[in-house]
Nanobody
Framework: DVRLVESGGGLAQAGGSLTLSCVVSGITFHDYAVGWFRQAPGKEHEGVSCIVNEDGSTHYADSVKGRFTITRDNAKSTVYLDMKNLKPEDTGVYYC?????????WGQGTQVTVSS
């Protein structure tokens, strides 16, 4: 079974930084793209960023461009989301997601809270 385990969330002040990690198991990690979604209280899930497998190219939501950086370490089957200059609107539960042969798998999520 595919399993994704996030960590690194917590409380930060506006302007601060956090780095999230996602360890993926149950798939040939380097063959698959991995993304981060978030869900703010009372809102729907929002795509934040993703990193593809072939050339490591990355994509970001406009709301986080220039502040967040996604990277992957294929040797550790881990994806990282480095978040800088955090804003209160970045608050939410952050989920790591991958899709294997049409089946989407989500992690349990990690809470990020940014105070003003």
């Amino acid at each position: 079974d595919v399993r994704l385990v996030e960590s690194g969330g917590g409380l930060a002040q506006a302007g601060g930084s956090l780095t999230l990690s996602c360890v993926v198991s149950g798939i040939t990690f380097h063959d698959y793209a991995v993304g981060w979604f978030r869900q703010a209280p009372g809102k729907e899930h929002e795509g934040v960023s993703c990193i593809v497998n072939e050339d490591g190219s990355t994509h970001y939501a406009d709301s986080v461009k220039g502040r967040f950086t996604i990277t992957r370490d294929n040797a550790k089957s881990t994806v990282y989301l480095d978040m800088k200059n955090l804003k209160p609107e970045d608050t939410g539960v952050y989920y790591c997601v991958t899709n294997e042969r049409g089946v989407t798998s989500w992690g349990q999520g990690t809470q990020v809270t940014v105070s003003s």
